[in-house]
């Protein structure tokens, strides 16, 4: 069962934008904190930025000021801008249900975010 698809990754340059879109079933998006992790090649998912169920927000120190996490309740769907990205922000970007911090179900397809001259 597909319960999350992520979209909006691609190729952009240092200092360029994008804004990762995250849909999840209105159960999942209703009764959950949501989060977004990246995965840099040969290394394990780490966690980026989450969001709870009223809409507070929390920032790995990493892109803290540059990314911006929401949510809209009319799609059910979370959404992660980028501004000012730099090479490091490399990766694959998942998002997850949070349950204790923690992510919950099993990682989707990702979607790749490559940032490169």
């Known amino acids: 069962q597909v319960q999350l698809v992520e979209s909006g990754g691609g190729l952009v340059q240092p200092g360029g934008s994008l804004r990762l879109s995250c849909a999840a079933s209105?159960?999942?998006?209703?009764?959950?904190?949501m989060g977004w992790y990246r995965q840099a090649p040969g290394k394990e998912p780490k966690w980026v930025a989450g969001?709870?169920?009223?809409?507070?927000?929390s920032y790995a120190d990493s892109v803290k000021g540059r990314f911006t996490i929401s949510r809209n309740s009319a799609d059910n769907t979370v959404y992660l801008q980028m501004n000012s990205l730099k090479p490091e922000d490399t990766a694959v970007y998942y998002c997850?249900?949070?349950?204790?911090?923690?992510?919950?179900?099993?990682w989707g397809q990702g979607t790749q975010v490559t940032v490169s001259s």
């Open positions: 969001i709870s169920i009223r809409g507070s927000t």
């Open positions: 209105g159960t999942i998006f209703s009764a959950n904190a």
């Open positions: 997850n249900v949070l349950r204790q911090g923690m992510p919950l179900l099993h």
